[in-house]
């Protein structure tokens, strides 16, 4: 079983930009296709981005030219840069692996994007 650990999140002014940090635990992580999830208040959680274990990415139309999803299979590490963020974009940001296992869930990073 991965264990994941979000880190990076923070209060940014709209138009900002923010770059999270997920932390894997375990020799498979390679393995995985691994995505990043973010849950709005009262709002189902929902995918934001995947990367597959070639480096094929994937984007949820509302973050579509601003976020980019990257991994370091040496480090164990997904990364999410967001820019030109928008007050939407408020979460919190999980990730897990692509499709999610429900044991794998974190604690998340909170994202705020307010002027």
């Known amino acids: 079983q991965v264990q994941l650990v979000e880190s990076g999140g923070g209060l940014v002014q709209p138009g900002g930009s923010l770059r999270l940090s997920c932390a894997a635990s375990g020799s498979s992580f390679r393995g995985y296709h691994m995505g990043w999830y973010r849950q709005a208040p009262g709002k189902p959680r929902s995918l934001v981005a995947y990367?597959?274990?070639?480096?094929?990415?994937n984007y949820a139309e509302s973050v579509k030219g601003r976020f980019a999803i990257a991994r370091d299979n040496a480090k164990n590490t997904v990364y999410l840069q967001m820019n030109s963020l928008k007050p939407e974009d408020t979460a919190a940001y999980y990730c897990?692996?692509?499709?999610?296992?429900?044991?794998?869930w974190g604690q998340g990073t909170q994202v705020t994007v307010s002027s």
């Open positions: 990367i597959t274990t070639h480096n094929s990415t």
């Open positions: 897990n692996s692509y499709p999610a296992l429900s044991s794998s």
